[in-house]
């Protein structure tokens, strides 16, 4: 069975960090690239980070320069996103989603995503 699971959300302090990760399975990891996306209550969905597991070239919104990595273990089938410096502005559902490439996300595979809430 084709699928992404996301796990590692779930409820932080303000300036606190969480990692989440996206375990694959069903398909090979290293023909795709791995996004991180984002809805915050009430929002639109929003593109967070995204890297390629051929190379590991990676791409982060401004939003979260500085603060989110993006990175991937193909051995493990997984991708992270080891988030620092939460705020409040960063409480939302974190989904990730196998792309053919960071710029495409039409026909991605897509996980069911994980809650993240960041307290004030």
């Known amino acids: 069975e084709v699928q992404l699971v996301e796990s590692g959300g779930g409820l932080v302090q303000a300036g606190g960090s969480l990692r989440l990760s996206c375990a694959a399975s069903?398909?090979?990891?290293?023909?795709?690239?791995i996004g991180w996306f984002r809805r915050a209550p009430g929002k639109g969905r929003e593109g967070v980070s995204c890297?390629?597991?051929?190379?590991?070239?990676?791409y982060s919104a401004d939003s979260v320069k500085g603060r989110f990595t993006i990175s991937s273990d193909n051995a493990k089938n997984t991708a992270y996103l080891q988030m620092n410096s939460l705020n409040p502005e960063d409480t939302a559902v974190y989904y990730c989603?196998?792309?053919?490439?960071?710029?495409?996300?039409?026909?991605?595979?897509w996980g069911q995503g994980t809650r993240v809430t960041v307290s004030a």
């Open positions: 890297i390629s597991t051929r190379d590991g070239s990676s």
């Open positions: 989603a196998a792309l053919a490439h960071c710029t495409v996300v039409a026909g991605g595979i």
């Open positions: 069903g398909f090979t990891f290293d023909d795709y690239a």
